[in-house]
């Protein structure tokens, strides 16, 4: 790695010393996602209020949501925007061709891995999320500003990789291909069918293995929320069959998880990984498409 690239996987200590570099742009993505604990309706806000209040200095802040999701009567939440959208986001927030970026939340890095998938789907590949995020960030005190810079415009081209979402087809599909790993990044409450009901039926997708992204057993520790080491990540893939397997499809509730999954096993050096878009929020609520509840599967718990 030369000067001119950024880590995928970013250290507090990495970015804090390159704050000042004019080709570097660091984005806030928090995102607070909440469900009702009774009817497990999804709840999302906004975390533009915690970045006006505190962030890393010289961040903006990227509303995923609405500024790089389909906000037009879209099928399922978080939708993957056009790529006219999405271009025009980021040419608001500053990240052009030329720069390089760090993405960071305060929530478990999972929004952190999915703006970083959605940049790397739209074939940007100078970016990277910091370990840790603010949690980590704040813990080491390290510093912060409540100033709200205004990023000059830039021009971002997109050049879309289909590759790297797959849709419901794909999934259907890799249910019976041996070939294909198909991962669920949610809690095991949630891929064993026995947790709260938030995505219109309970239960996982068939012949897919749990590997959490959140929660007490996740690949982020719930704490620091930095990522687990490369070899604690390598056995808990390596398990469930993900570092054999020719592709691997990541999914979750909405694809926020999945995305840290992915952004995982990019880690990794797994190369043929995508993330079901839709995820649960659309697979769940379509009666066509089969779920499974409480047979024996594989699990990195």
Not at 100 to 111: A, C, F, I, K, Q
Not at 169 to 178: N, T
Not at 237 to 253: H, K, M, T, W
Not at 264 to 278: E, F, H, K, P, R
């Amino acid at each position: 790695m030369t000067d001119a690239d950024v880590p995928q996987l970013v250290e507090p200590s990495w970015l804090e010393g390159r704050l000042h570099e004019p080709d570097l742009q660091v984005i806030d993505c928090t995102v607070h996602l909440n469900f009702d604990p009774e009817t497990g309706a999804r709840r999302t806000e906004s975390g533009r209020s915690d970045w006006e209040q505190a962030h890393i200095p010289g961040s903006v802040f990227v509303d995923i949501p609405t500024d790089v999701s389909v906000t037009d009567d879209p099928a399922y939440p978080y939708q993957l925007p056009s790529s006219e959208q999405f271009a025009e986001a980021m040419s608001r927030l500053g990240v052009g061709d030329d720069r390089r970026v760090v993405l960071y939340d305060s929530t478990g890095n999972g929004w952190a891995a999915r703006v970083w998938w959605l940049l790397r789907t739209f074939g940007f590949t100078r970016a990277g999320v910091l370990n840790g995020g603010f949690t980590t960030w704040t813990a080491q005190n390290r510093p912060v500003s409540d100033d709200q810079p205004s990023p000059s415009r830039a021009t971002f081209t997109p050049d879309v990789r289909p590759r790297l979402i797959a849709d419901k087809d794909d999934v259907l599909a890799g249910i019976d291909d041996e070939e294909c790993c198909l991962i669920n990044g949610l809690r095991p409450a949630d891929h064993e069918g026995s947790g709260l009901v938030k995505y219109g039926r309970p239960g996982r997708i068939p012949s897919s293995v749990n590997v959490p992204a959140v929660g007490e057993t996740a690949i982020v520790d719930p704490e620091t929320a930095r990522y687990q080491s490369l070899d604690e990540l390598r056995g808990r893939f390596g398990e469930v069959g993900a570092l054999d397997a020719e592709r691997v499809i990541a999914y979750c509730g909405g694809g926020i998880a999945a995305s840290s999954v992915a952004f995982a096993l990019t880690l990794l050096s797994v190369d043929d990984v995508a993330v079901y878009d839709g995820s649960l929020a659309e697979w769940g609520r379509d009666e066509s498409c089969p779920m499974v509840i409480n047979s024996n599967q594989r699990s990195s718990e």
